[in-house]
């Protein structure tokens, strides 16, 4: 079992960035993949970068170039930086981590809301 807790959400302004981290605690960090989705309202949830424990990352179009994706395996944490953020960006994010033989995300974080003020 693996419990993942986010923090870093909040109230930005267009243009600006935020950092959002997760750390998770239950199961050897290194050996899981870790994803980032956010879902606003009225939309499904969707899947924005992912990162396995050698630290190759996914990102979706719709993020590439503005979020990071990192994790620190000494601290089991993986964050993601956000920059040049936009409204369009407002929904709540979701830390997400699967086996790395897996095809399925199986545990979630709480999630952490994003707003990004016009």
């Known amino acids: 079992q693996v419990q993942l807790v986010e923090s870093g959400g909040g109230l930005v302004q267009a243009g600006g960035s935020l950092r959002l981290s997760c750390t998770a605690s239950?199961?050897?960090?290194?050996?899981?993949?870790m994803g980032w989705f956010r879902q606003a309202p009225g939309k499904e949830r969707a899947l924005l970068a992912s990162?396995?424990?050698?630290?190759?990352?996914f990102y979706s179009d719709s993020v590439k170039g503005r979020f990071t994706i990192a994790r620190d395996n000494a601290k089991n944490t993986v964050y993601l930086q956000m920059n040049s953020l936009r409204p369009e960006d407002t929904a709540v994010y979701y830390c997400?981590?699967?086996?790395?033989?897996?095809?399925?995300?199986?545990?979630w974080g709480q999630g952490t809301q994003v707003t990004v003020s016009s």
């Open positions: 990162i396995d424990g050698n630290g190759n990352t």
């Open positions: 239950g199961r050897t960090f290194s050996y899981l993949r």
């Open positions: 997400a981590a699967r086996p790395a033989s897996g095809f399925t995300y199986v545990y």
